[in-house]
Structures are given as structure tokens and as C-alpha cells.
């Protein structure tokens, strides 16, 4: 007889398995579902906490060892290092990764041969580490955020209204920061000579500052502690240890001794702060604020991704009460009133916004009306930089005379600030933005010669030596223009329309419109000057003596001149159409504003009349005249010579 299956759909075969169910349950001695819920619970928690533990120990280990790799420098990297592959090209800006503090600096420091699985794990890492540090909050408290608008500010520089302005929003910042722990302040003092006033203006701040925060009543007596230090050459500590009361520290930034080496090393005395007071903040658990107070972009900028590196690992938050830097230029200018009660304007370095120069050097045909160096509306890349990815601001204090722009407009074409390492690679995957890059470096220490417009023609010999004097610099520029600006430019062409990021799609169109312009300027000048050479004009009047060469809308320099002529303009009217109301567009009105072809025009000039007897006489009398000047200048007393300091 067939032994009998069950049915699974029977329900006498049902009851049957339950009722076995239940005679065999009684030879069990453990029943799992018999147990209450919050035991099932509790070692389902105490399994996954074991887990955990053991992933987060490991990987401590591992972010101890991770070594750190320097990066190439700023001033040492050569156009003729830049190299284009077909990489395909990442979002920048506002579309780039630079929402995640630091991790930018993170991947600065990973080795090469790392994959980008290891990258990853090891950013995890670093977050994981900084677990047992207090951190500080990313959202405003209520009584903050009801002092300030919230705004985005990561990777941004921020307008303060001076240094009272500054000085207010730093006020907050501390405020908000004594909320959360005890804190300390570090006022690192820039002491160049030029940072005199913003240092007293500070002074006399900083005591109703401690005033507002004690009115406040944050935390005990000793929750804020202070910190001063001065930077040149050398770091300077002016308090020994940090110090309670504000009288303290008021006395010690007037003590800070000016530095005449002219050399700011920002970067080096960062690093001396957070070595010699590291234990407030990784015994004590202290916030630890450094504030740095300086007018220019520091002389070891080079040393940014280290210094971030380290700062973003402690929780040390950066601040800056500093300059604009110049639009796509290294040096600015700044006024100085010298020993003799004379203002001088003497060169600083205070620039570009940008990793690297994104701005061609060349100057203006007839002036350049404050254009050659004005505000770019954000601070230097490096202390922007190390500002942004500690979760501190780069307060700007002062800005350069010239245009100003809308700050909202400008977030659009705001610069990257990745390493050094990060910045090259996204440039190289780009050859338009490669070609825009190396112009500007080969552009960025050349001088653009000035143009002789009037020419003496009373006698034909004299004009051809003027000419032939006027044509010798630029002949020179001409061959420069062509091979280190307009070659790689139009060698880099193909990848324009692959730019998404409008900062580049800007500078790009301006580079090739600018220095398409000036070739045409410069090559219709030399050919107008050698037609004139060998074929010289009439006087439209028999007694002129003269001719300039004036800017005319048209040029008889040529079919190929007219050509680069129209291409110029197109390229700059793209500018000012597609990026209005940007620096961009400023400079790209002022190349148009000047005409960029040539005409000749005859006139009379009295001084240029000469005598028969007179040419006779002339050379007798400039020797005499010359002697006797010598003379008077050995008898009367030489004038003190005016020492020009370094800023």
C-alpha cells in the first residue's frame, strides 16, 4: 500500500501537523520565538555595535599611517609642463564637489598610485578619527540667526564693510562658538608695515568686543581665552601662554614690532600656532579659532594643502580679515606715505583669486583707465582656500579702486579651490582651458611696449630713424604674441564649446579676443610704419612737418589684418553679451573702445622748425649748456635719499 503524502492543501493534514508540532515541542528545552521582543532587540543592537566597533578601530589604524604627498607649487609650474588628454571634463564652481568641507584637501594628500576606492575609504577615515574631538556645529543657533542672514558662504569670500564690519561678524562667530565649548582665539597679526592701522583699529575693538560677549554670559570666567601672535619673516608669540582679560591682549597686539623683510609667512606661523597650543584643543577639548589679519596672500602659499590638511584633521576653524585679490593678477598696488610725507603706491602680492593666473598680462592700447589691477570681489586662492575647507570666512577688509560687482552674480563665476594637484588635472582635461592657462602664464611677467604716435618729418632721414627706432619693440612683440599666446590659443580652440563652467567660457573668449586685437594693432602698426618707410606720404600743406599715426576704424595693413579684425570683435562682443555685469565684460568693452586699425595724419609742429644757423650752431650749444647743468648740480646739496620699504 502506498504510503500516504500529506496535502498541503488538506485540512485533516493540517491539524495532524500541529497536533505533532505541539507533542514534540514538549522534548525542546529552547524556543527562540517564545522570547519577548525587547531581548530579540537587544542582541540584534549588541551584535551590530560589536561590528561596528571593530570597522572603526581598523581604519583608525589605517588613517594614522596615511602618509602625505606635497604637491606642485604655485610659482613652479611652467606653461611648458601643460599637457591635454581626452579625460572627460567635471563640473566646477557651483557644480563641483566643494560642498563637502575638506575633502579637497583630503584628496591632496593621497598618494598617486591610490585607486579610487582607497580615496574614499581613506575620507571616511578622517571623518571617523575626528569622532573623539568636539566639532563645531554647522547650523547657527536661534540667537545668531536672528543677527545675521543665513547665507551660503563655503568656498566664498564675503564683503564686511571694513574692518568694523569684520570685526562685528567675527563678534558672532566666537559668540556662536562659546556656546557650544570653551574656546580659544588666535589673533595672528600680519606685521608689515602697511597693516599699522588695521592692527590699531583692532586694538581698539577688541575690548567692547569682550564687552558684547560678556554681556552675552557665555560659559564661565575662563572660557575664552586669547592668543597673540605676529608674523613676517619670523612668527612672533607676544603672549607666552593665552590670556583671560581683554587688557591683555589689547596691550599685546600694540606691541607688535613692524617687519621691514617684506616677506609674509602666513602659511609657516599657522602651523607654529596649532604645534605650541594643540592641547587646548585636543586635551582641554577647546574650539580652537585662529583669526588672521593681513593685506596680502602670504609668501609660502605653497605649503596650503599641508597647512588645510592638518587644521581640517584638529577642528582648527580658519578666519581672515585680509584684501581682495587683484583680478587675475599676483600684484596689486597699495598706497604708502613715505618718510618724506610723500604717498607712494608700492607693489604687494595680493592675488589671483585663482589657483593660477586666468587673465592675459597684456595692456591697454592707450591706457588702461585702473583696469591693469582691480578688485575681483574674492580673496587670494591660498587663505580663501584654508578659510573655506576649515568651515571658516575670508572677511574681505579693503578692495582696490575700479569696478565693483554684484556678489550674488559672482557666485556663478566663482574660482575652484581644490589643491594645486586637483586644480592641473581639471585644466589639463580641457585643451582650450589648458591654452588659456599657459597664455596667461607666458603673458604674466611681459611688458607691452608703448607705441611712439607722433613722428618728426621735417627731413625725410629723420623719419626713417624714428621709425626704425619705433618698429625695433615691436617687431619683438609681434613674434611673442604669435607663438606664446595666439598659437596655444587657437591650438585649444577644439575644446571651447566643451566648457560648461562660465569662469572659463569667460576667460577663454576674452584671452582670444584680447590677443587677436593686439596682434592686429601690433602688426597693422609695423606695417603702416614700414609703408610710410619706404614709401613716404605727401603733406596734404607744404609747410607741415609731422605725422601721427592715430587709431582708425579702418586699416590698409591687409586682407589677413581685417580678417583678425573681425574675428577679435566677435570673440569680445560674445563676452559682453553671453557674461554682462562680470569682470569679463568690463575688460572686454575696454579692448573695443579703442579702434584696432591705423591712419596717418600730417600736421605743424613749431619745435620741430630748425635754422640753417642754428643747425650749425646746435651741437656747441648743447655741450655748453650741458656743462654748465653739471655744475650747478655738483654746487647745490643732494636732496636725503627716501627709503622704499616692502610691504
Known sequence: MAEHQPDPLNSDDLTTRAAEGTHGSQNRWFRPKELPSWAISLAIHALVLLALARISYNQQLRANLLPFVSTTEFDDWQPDQLEVDNLEIVDMGNDSSMESQGESALAAITPAEQT??????DLTTAVQIEIDVPVYEQIASLQEAELVEKVDIRGTSERAGGVDGAIDRLTLEVASSLRQEKTLVVWLLDASLSLKERRNAIANRIENVYEELGVMKLGAEDSLLTGVVSFGEKTHFLTEKPVEQAADAVKAIHEV?????????????????VEKWKPYRTKQRRNFIIIIVTDERGDDHEQVDKVTYDLSRLGVRVYCLGNSAVFGRRVGYQPYQLEDGSFRNLPVDQGPESAFPERLGLAFWGGDNGLNSFSSGFGPYALTRLCSET??????????????????????????????????????????VTALIKASLNTSNRETPSPQMVFRADRLERLKQEIDEAQKPFADFVYHLENEVLKPLSDGESGREQIVTPRWQAGYDLAMGRALASWVRTFGYNKMLAQMKVSPLEFTRENNNMWRLLPAEESDAGGQVKKYTELARAYLNRVISEHPDTPWAVLA???????????????????????????????????????????????????????????
Open 116 to 121: 579610487q576606492d582607497s580615496v574614499e575609504q
Open 257 to 273: 614690532k613692524p617687519d621691514e623683510s617684506g616677506e609674509e609667512k602666513v602659511f609657516a606661523a599657522v602651523s607654529a600656532v
Open 391 to 432: 568651515g571658516g570666512i575670508y572677511f574681505i577688509a579693503a578692495e582696490q579702486p575700479g569696478p565693483k560687482f554684484d556678489s550674488n552674480l559672482m557666485r556663478s563665476y566663482m574660482p575652484d579651490y581644490k589643491s594645486f594637484a586637483d586644480y592641473q588635472e581639471s585644466v589639463r582635461k580641457n585643451p582650450a
Open 589 to 647: 568693452v575696454k579692448e573695443l573702445e579703442s579702434p584696432l586699425g591705423w591712419e596717418w595724419k600730417d600736421g605743424f609742429n613749431p619745435n620741430f622748425v630748425e635754422q640753417p644757423q642754428q643747425m650749425q650752431q646746435q651741437p656747441m650749444l648743447l655741450l655748453e649748456e650741458e656743462r654748465r647743468r653739471q655744475m650747478q648740480r655738483r654746487q647745490q646739496p643732494q636732496p636725503k635719499p627716501v627709503k622704499i620699504p616692502k610691504l
